[in-house]
C-alpha cells in the first residue's frame, strides 16, 4: 500500500476529504519521528512500538573491493508488532 492509497483508506474511513487526511496522516508520522528523534519510545496499544535501539560499530566486507572497512555505532529506528496486531495478520 502506498501513502496515497493509505490517505484515500482514511479519507473513506473518517469521513474526511483527502487533505484532511492526508493533514492526519502527516501529523502522526510527523509526531514518531519526532519522538524517535528525542529517544523516546512510542506504544501504539494493540498495533505496537516503536522504538530506537542502537547498533554497535562492526567491521564488514566492501564486496567490491574486498576490503575491509569500519562501520560506525549508530541508532536505528525499530518496530515491534503487537499481539493483536499479529493475531489478525495470522488469521
Same mark, same amino acid.
Given at each position: 500500500?502506498?501513502?496515497?492509497?493509505?490517505?484515500?483508506?482514511? #479519507?473513506?474511513?473518517?469521513?474526511?476529504?483527502?487533505?484532511?487526511?492526508?493533514?492526519?496522516?502527516?501529523?502522526?508520522?510527523?509526531?514518531?519521528?519526532? #519522538?524517535?528523534?528525542?529517544?523516546?519510545?512510542?506504544?501504539?496499544?494493540?498495533?505496537?512500538?516503536?522504538?530506537?535501539?542502537?547498533?554497535? #560499530?562492526?567491521?564488514?566486507?566492501?564486496?567490491?573491493?574486498?576490503?575491509?572497512?569500519?562501520?560506525?555505532?549508530?541508532?536505528?529506528?525499530?518496530?515491534? #508488532?503487537?499481539?493483536?496486531?499479529?493475531?489478525?495478520?495470522?488469521?
Amino acid at each position: 500500500m502506498t501513502k496515497a492509497e493509505l490517505i484515500n483508506q482514511i #479519507a473513506e474511513k473518517c469521513e474526511f476529504t483527502k487533505k484532511d487526511a492526508e493533514k492526519a496522516l502527516s501529523a502522526v508520522v510527523s509526531s514518531i519521528t519526532e #519522538a524517535l528523534s528525542n529517544g523516546d519510545k512510542v506504544q501504539l496499544v494493540g498495533f505496537g512500538t516503536f522504538e530506537v535501539r542502537d547498533r554497535a #560499530a562492526k567491521e564488514s566486507k566492501n564486496p567490491r573491493t574486498g576490503e575491509i572497512i569500519q562501520v560506525p555505532a549508530k541508532k536505528v529506528p525499530a518496530f515491534k #508488532a503487537g499481539k493483536a496486531l499479529k493475531d489478525t495478520v495470522n488469521g
